[in-house]
């Protein structure tokens, strides 16, 4: 928790005890059902917590946004967000059934009245429009850009962009070129000096 702390300052007491409670949900839920592995439940706010939290760093979402974390897995980035971004609407996604109860029972836990979940394939969300599309790891940028384009709303004011904002790590070099896109690439280990995001990015695709 310290590690969140050390970058973030300006939370509610509400916030501040969703953000405690993260780490107790999430150990009692690994139990029943694995989303996140053993090595990583120790380090659940370095390496889950403050990762996801780098999109708040980077970008600003506006009151009544509407955000889709794609492939949530266990709620990363999507439950982290909420919890910073209370007035911004998320809609968490996966096809795997048993990481949509993980999902539900941590937002239950947290009380938290902005996060829907949809156990579904994005290609099977239905003609809902979102203002970004967030995602940690879930397939290739090309991939990931032909499921999101489709979902976003389309801006009509620059000063609210719309778009794929998603986490990365390693060499993205040939990923980005045969995604046939141009992202803004976004060194994470320039917001967050821990080791642990040297060679990890945010990658966001303007609709």
């Known amino acids: 928790m310290d590690i969140i702390l050390k970058y973030f300052s ?9 953000f405690r409670k993260l780490e107790p949900l999430y150990k009692e839920w690994n139990e029943k059902i694995n989303v996140i592995s053993r090595k ?13 939290l780098s999109i708040a760093a980077a970008f600003e979402f506006h009151d009544g946004a509407e955000i ?21 609407r998320f809609h968490l996604v996966d096809s795997i059934a048993k990481k949509i109860k993980v999902v539900d029972g941590v937002a239950a836990g947290l009380d938290l009245k902005n996060v829907t979940s949809q156990h579904s394939r994005i ?21 990931l850009w032909k499921w999101s384009r489709p979902i976003l709303k389309t801006s009509e004011n ?15 070099a040939a990923e980005i070129s045969e995604s046939r ?3 803004r690439v976004i060194e994470i280990s320039e917001i967050f000096q821990e080791e642990y995001f040297m060679n990890k990015y945010l990658l966001f695709v303007p609709r």
Do not use: M, W
């Not at 290609?123 to 991939?143: H, Q, T």
């Open 10 to 18: 300006d939370f509610t007491p509400n916030q501040l005890d969703q």
């Open 40 to 52: 990583d439940i120790d380090h659940l706010y370095e390496k889950h917590v403050l990762h996801s």
């Open 68 to 88: 889709v974390d794609l492939g949530t897995g266990g709620g990363f980035p999507g439950i982290p967000l909420a919890i910073f971004f209370p007035n911004v």
């Open 123 to 143: 290609e099977n969300i239905g003609k809902r429009k979102f203002d970004f599309v967030v995602s940690r790891a879930v397939a290739p940028l090309g991939e």
């Open 158 to 172: 620059q000063d609210k962009p719309t778009g794929l904002i998603c986490l990365k790590g390693g060499d993205l």
């Open 181 to 183: 896109v141009r992202p």
